[in-house]
T-cell receptor
Framework: NAGVTQTPKFRILKIGQSMTLQCTQD?????MYWYRQDPGMGLKLIYY???????DKGEVPNGYNVSRSTTEDFPLRLELAAPSQTSVYFC????????????FGPGTRLTVL | KQEVTQIPAALSVPEGENLVLNCSFT??????LQWFRQDPGKGLTSLLL?????REQTSGRLNASLDKSSGRSTLYIAASQPGDSATYLC?????????????FGKGTKLSVKP
């Protein structure tokens, strides 16, 4: 049982490039989330999904897109990378959105130059 | 606005001491509160989850309490060890927000000296 896995661990992008951050969970959780963590700040929710085919915006969705075609996978897409997107990105999952523990992946450290 | 605050931002204690980390939040309408541990360059490890109907949860040397009416939670660590050195994050799942949106504090960085 691997829990929540994320790839890649590190990535450097040039301004304007695109990339997809991958997230997979093997706990059969319905809910999945993407957060970003900036230095000295709390994590902030980017997007979340309550099940396959259903996604919604969180607090800071601008510049990102998501899709959820399966229960296990929840990729995060950056279309035109900007320096403001330099951050550590965490994927998480839970059984429901209200009463259950969230489990986090190890993170992807992204630098945009 | 729904906010979570953690004080102090950093704490240094000698090994063996019992210590308390504090978390305050602005709205008592919550589903639950979760305490995490984050090691440098690593992901978040869930320590304890307290539902809104509960007063405390315990796991080993850790005890978390919740006082919804005053908007406070504490994480008590007994007999601290150097291996407890990490950043501790408090996160609240408020009612009325996006489903499952945890609002995080900025964390308390704990250093336990041998």
């Amino acid at each position: 049982n691997a829990g929540v896995t994320q790839t890649p661990k590190f990535r450097i992008l040039k301004i304007g490039q695109s990339m997809t951050l991958q997230c997979t969970q093997d706990m059969n959780h319905n809910y999945m989330y993407w957060y970003r963590q900036d230095p000295g700040m709390g994590l902030k929710l980017i997007y979340y999904s309550v099940g396959a085919g259903i996604t919604d915006k969180g607090e800071v969705p601008n510049g990102y897109n998501v899709s959820r075609s399966t229960t296990e996978d929840f990729p995060l897409r950056l279309e035109l990378a900007a320096p403001s997107q330099t951050s550590v990105y965490f994927c998480a999952s839970s059984t429901t959105g209200t009463y259950n523990e969230q489990f986090f992946g190890p993170g992807t450290r992204l630098t945009v130059l | 606005k729904q906010e979570v605050t953690q004080i102090p931002a950093a704490l240094s204690v000698p090994e063996g001491e019992n210590l308390v980390l504090n978390c305050s939040f602005t709205d008592s309408a919550i589903y639950n509160l979760q305490w995490f541990r984050q090691d440098p360059g690593k992901g978040l490890t869930s320590l304890l989850l307290i539902q809104s109907s509960q007063r405390e949860q315990t796991s080993g040397r850790l005890n978390a309490s919740l006082d919804k009416s005053s908007g406070r939670s504490t994480l008590y660590i007994a007999a601290s060890q150097p291996g407890d050195s990490a950043t501790y994050l408090c996160a609240v799942n408020f009612r009325g927000g996006s489903q499952g949106n945890l609002i995080f504090g900025k964390g308390t960085k704990l250093s336990v000296k041998p």
